[in-house]
Antibody, heavy 111, light 106 residues
């Protein structure tokens, strides 16, 4: 089982990026995949598309089941969005613990 | 949102020693508490789920306990590879939230 993130890079404030989480060994439609980010030198932050004021209205999720890939569309990026973005599988048999992680992709928002 | 508070934020320990990290939730989360280990430049690794269940492949020197709002991670007989940062996370409700982390140093 493998999760592979891609799509990170350097973007100016106000710009957009689309991150991908390509999944192999399991089926996207049968699993719940989270995005977790980590700003440089900081702790882990679960990326809540719906609940977090910090990303609400700017980040959206989509999926392509034919490619077994999850996407995180990030618009109106801010310097505080600078972080490594991980995708991780949430396993209900492990009390929803995140048992499989990708290596992460770095997003830098800077002019 | 449920707030998760870890303590201490950092600690020093010796190889062969024993450490305790605590995590407190701002409201009851039953046993929906997970612990992760993260080494520099690496993704986190799930150590313990459901407060006290050891994830497959994790050494038995790691143990967890607690329920409700107060939880503990204990690492016994510290090995050099255990020096890392540890995070608790609640999976009781959305949004999932993490503690701020505890850095374990030699």
């Amino acid at each position: 089982v493998q999760l592979v993130e891609s799509g990170g890079g350097l973007v100016q404030p106000g710009g957009s990026l689309r991150l991908s989480c390509a999944i192999s060994g399991i089926t996207l439609s049968d699993n719940y995949i989270n995005w977790v980010r980590q700003a440089p030198g900081k702790g882990l932050e679960w990326v809540s598309i719906i609940h977090a004021d910090s990303v609400k209205g700017r980040f959206t999720l989509s999926r392509d089941t034919s490619k077994n890939t999850l996407y995180l569309q990030m618009n109106s990026l801010r310097p505080e969005d600078t972080a490594v973005y991980y995708c991780a599988r949430e396993d209900p048999t492990l009390h929803d613990g995140l048992d499989i992680w990708g290596l992460g992709t770095m997003v830098t928002v800077s002019s | 949102d449920i707030q998760m508070t870890q303590s201490p934020s950092s600690l020093s320990a010796s190889v062969g020693g024993r450490i305790t990290i605590t995590c407190r939730a701002s409201q009851s989360i039953s046993n929906y508490l997970n612990w992760y280990q993260q080494k520099p430049g690496k993704a986190p690794n799930l150590l313990i789920y459901a407060a006290s269940s050891l994830q497959s492949g994790v050494p038995s020197r790691f143990s967890g306990s607690g329920s409700g709002t107060d939880f503990t991670l204990i690492i016994s007989n510290l090995k050099p590879e255990d020096f890392a940062t540890y995070y608790c996370q609640q999976s009781y409700s959305i949004p999932r939230t993490f503690g701020q982390g505890t850095k374990v140093e030699i």
